[in-house]
Nanobody, 118 residues
Framework: QVHLVESGGGLVQPGGSLRLSCAASESILTIYHMGWYRQAPGKQRELVATILSGGLTYYADSVKGRFTISRDNAKNTVYLQIDSLTEEDTAIYYC????????????WGQGTQVTVSS
C-alpha cells in the first residue's frame, strides 16, 4: 500500500482555480498509475485524470481543457491544476496509486474537499 495525502482543496468562486497536491509516502518514479478521482454528493466516484509512469495523461471529457495533471517524481507528488471551476466541480477529490496495471484495488488517499460557490 502506498500512503497518499491530498491537500489544496477549499472554497472557491465559480471561474476560480485551485491546485491540488497528492503526496506519496514513497517514490512514485516507478508507480504505474497516479490518478485523481472525485465524488460529488449523491453520485458515484468518477475518474478525473490520470498520469502514467511514462508521462501519458488521460482526462475525462468533462474536465478536458480545464484540468491539468502533472507529477514531480523528485517530490513524490502528483498535482491537479483545476481552472475555470464551476459548481458542478464541487466534490471530494481523491488521489489513487496503482503500482502495476494489475493492481486493481490500488491505494487511496483520504480526499480533499473542493467547493465551488458564489
Amino acid at each position: 500500500q502506498v500512503h497518499l495525502v491530498e491537500s489544496g482543496g477549499g472554497l472557491v468562486q465559480p471561474g476560480g482555480s485551485l491546485r491540488l497536491s497528492c503526496a506519496a509516502s514513497e517514490s512514485i518514479l516507478t508507480i504505474y498509475h497516479m490518478g485523481w478521482y472525485r465524488q460529488a454528493p449523491g453520485k458515484q466516484r468518477e475518474l478525473v485524470a490520470t498520469i502514467l509512469s511514462g508521462g501519458l495523461t488521460y482526462y475525462a471529457d468533462s474536465v478536458k481543457g480545464r484540468f491539468t495533471i502533472s507529477r514531480d517524481n523528485a517530490k513524490n507528488t502528483v498535482y491537479l491544476q483545476i481552472d475555470s471551476l464551476t459548481e458542478e466541480d464541487t466534490a471530494i477529490y481523491y488521489c489513487k496509486a496503482k503500482r502495476t496495471p494489475l493492481d486493481f484495488s490500488g491505494s487511496w488517499g483520504q480526499g480533499t474537499q473542493v467547493t465551488v460557490s458564489s
